[in-house]
């Protein structure tokens, strides 16, 4: 295995970093502030420089060769550093049209949708003029295992009635959101795999009731936050039926294999950073008469920080590389891999760097907290530790069980 970055990937890997040190960490702090003091409020310098991130190229970098008459072309492997350097600030993935849930709602639509539903809502996603939502999670049922899900879509006529009950809906209460994907039952009788469908759902369509934004340890993750949504009777017409009936988790389970890709990449640069961060404070404070750096305990944080990031940093560049030579399928346990190490990797090394910085670590001041709750959550979305640790010892022990 050859992880050398190629002539294509320094070019983007030099273009973004030249553009982060410009526009993107000069101005952290006035886009907390502003965060702080608008609710609900886009920046207001977003805009602006998404603009400068298209004058750039760097815009829409996520989606794979196949779909390059939409993006650069780039492959899992080509954006893994990409994704890496945007993961140092979470918010700055906006900026490139690189933020989830759009980059894998954009992928269900490249990969599955109709060319209608392309030109209605993929080409104003990948413009980045709209944003959207992907509803699969409910409150009711344990939706780790999405065959448990209860929304029910009827077909009645010319249009499909959906009746639900939705949380965790990423995306749904950002301004700009104006398209769901919504995944249901259409056949509860059907084998246990081929029960669930997916409907694209306008979000002002009447019997969307947007309930109330969820707090993910305290806070709102605003200005997208995540909703808890109820379906009344909601019609949408038969063609916003994605690929066909009975086919939702077969879809699902093609969006949430990047998805997971690109979460751990952008957890890698989180810990990265934290890393950077560490390595510099050490050397600006004195305890006791002796520089921090001094301390064994600390070099040996930052030593073992290092030797893990890198670990999951290769382990994430061979999944990538399994997903562009093999698709899904033949990554699916270097995926499920990836999912169990690196946000736990994160979360070790962000709290060791919130440690050394000490109560500036845990405050606005610096990026750690965000950072750190970002890992901890991770470990829930796109399926718990346990759900990846449960189906890959399962496929282990399969491979190993009859030789």
């Known amino acids: 295995m050859n992880f050398s970055y190629s002539e294509k990937t320094i070019k983007y890997i030099n273009r973004l970093q030249a553009f982060m040190d410009e526009h993107i960490y000069p101005i952290e702090h006035e886009y907390e502030k502003f965060m702080d003091e608008n609710e609900w409020t886009e920046f207001p310098k977003l805009e602006a420089l998404k603009e400068k991130a298209k004058a750039a190229g760097l815009w829409n970098l996520f989606l794979p060769e196949e779909y390059g008459d939409l993006s650069p072309g780039l492959t899992n492997l080509e954006y893994a550093p990409l994704a890496e350097m945007m993961g140092s600030v979470l918010w700055s993935s906006k ?83 104006k398209i769901l994907i919504v995944m249901g039952k259409t056949d509860p009788e059907a084998a246990r795999h081929a029960q669930q469908s997916m409907l694209l759902v306008p979000i002002d369509t009447e019997g969307v009731e947007v309930v109330r934004p969820l707090k993910v340890f305290g806070s709102y993750h605003m200005p997208d936050g995540h909703a808890e949504i ?98 899904i399928k033949g990554a699916k346990d270097l995926i499920a891999m990836i999912k169990i190490v690196c946000p736990r990797m994160t979360e070790k090394v962000l709290d060791r760097a919130i440690q050394t910085f000490g109560g500036m670590g845990v405050c606005q001041d610096t990026p750690l907290a965000e950072l750190w709750s970002y890992a901890r959550f991770i470990r829930l979305a796109d399926g718990p530790d346990e759900v990846h640790e449960y189906q890959l010892g399962r496929n282990t022990i399969k491979l190993y069980r009859d030789s």
């Open 95 to 177: 900026v490139f049209n690189c933020s989830a849930p759009d980059t894998g709602n954009m992928e269900v639509l490249a990969k599955y949708g109709s060319e209608q539903q392309k030109e209605q809502w993929l080409k104003p996603l990948m413009d980045g003029s709209i944003r959207s939502a992907f509803l699969m999670t409910e409150p009711q049922v344990a939706s780790s295992d999405a065959t448990n899900i209860e929304t029910r879509i009827t077909k009645e006529g010319d249009h499909y009635n959906i009746n639900g009950h939705k949380w965790w809906s990423s995306g749904a209460i950002h301004q700009d959101c």
């Open 230 to 327: 109820k379906l009344n009777n909601v019609k949408v017409p038969i063609e916003n039926l994605i690929l066909g009936e009975g086919r939702g988790f077969e879809i699902a389970q093609g969006r949430l294999g990047p998805g997971r890709i690109h979460h751990c990449m952008r957890l890698i640069g989180g810990a990265q950073r934290a890393l950077e961060m560490m390595s510099k404070r050490v050397t600006q404070r004195t305890t006791f008469g002796k520089e921090l750096s001094a301390y064994s305990s600390i070099r040996q944080d930052i030593a073992k920080s290092r030797c893990e990031i890198e670990q999951a940093r290769l382990l994430t560049l061979s999944a990538a590389d399994h997903i562009d030579r093999l698709g």
